[in-house]
Nanobody, 119 residues
Framework: QVQLVESGGGLVQAGGSLRLSCAASGRTFSSYTMGWLRQAPGKEREFVAA????????YYADSVKGRFTISRDNAKNTVYLQMNSLKPEDTAVYYCAADPSYNGTGVYWGQGTQVTVSS
């Protein structure tokens, strides 16, 4: 089992940046594809980004491609999401997930961290 704790959310102006972190517990962290999901008010949870267990392959939703970068440090059991050029439509609760899917689910996910982008 993997437990995930997100941090780094907050309030930022449009055009700004934030870096989310996800600390994972569990000896099997490095074997999982890890990723981020998000859920905006009144909307379903959606896929944002994912990274393979080795870090060699990354996947992004079209809405964030070119603005967000996912990375991981297996030695620290941590996955990151660097978010640049933020837009008000990026406002959501962001969830770290193990084995995320394009339909917005995962095998495990954390409690989430709020990201609010003001216009």
């Amino acid at each position: 089992q993997v437990q995930l704790v997100e941090s780094g959310g907050g309030l930022v102006q449009a055009g700004g940046s934030l870096r989310l972190s996800c600390a994972a517990s569990g000896r099997t962290f490095s074997s999982y594809t890890m990723g981020w999901l998000r859920q905006a008010p009144g909307k379903e949870r959606e896929f944002v980004a994912a990274i393979s267990w080795s870090g060699g392959t990354t996947y992004y939703a079209d809405s964030v491609k070119g603005r967000f970068t996912i990375s991981r440090d297996n030695a620290k059991n941590t996955v990151y999401l660097q978010m640049n050029s933020l837009k008000p439509e990026d406002t959501a609760v962001y969830y770290c997930a193990a084995d995320p899917s394009y339909n917005g689910t995962g095998v495990y996910w954390g409690q989430g961290t709020q990201v609010t982008v003001s216009s």
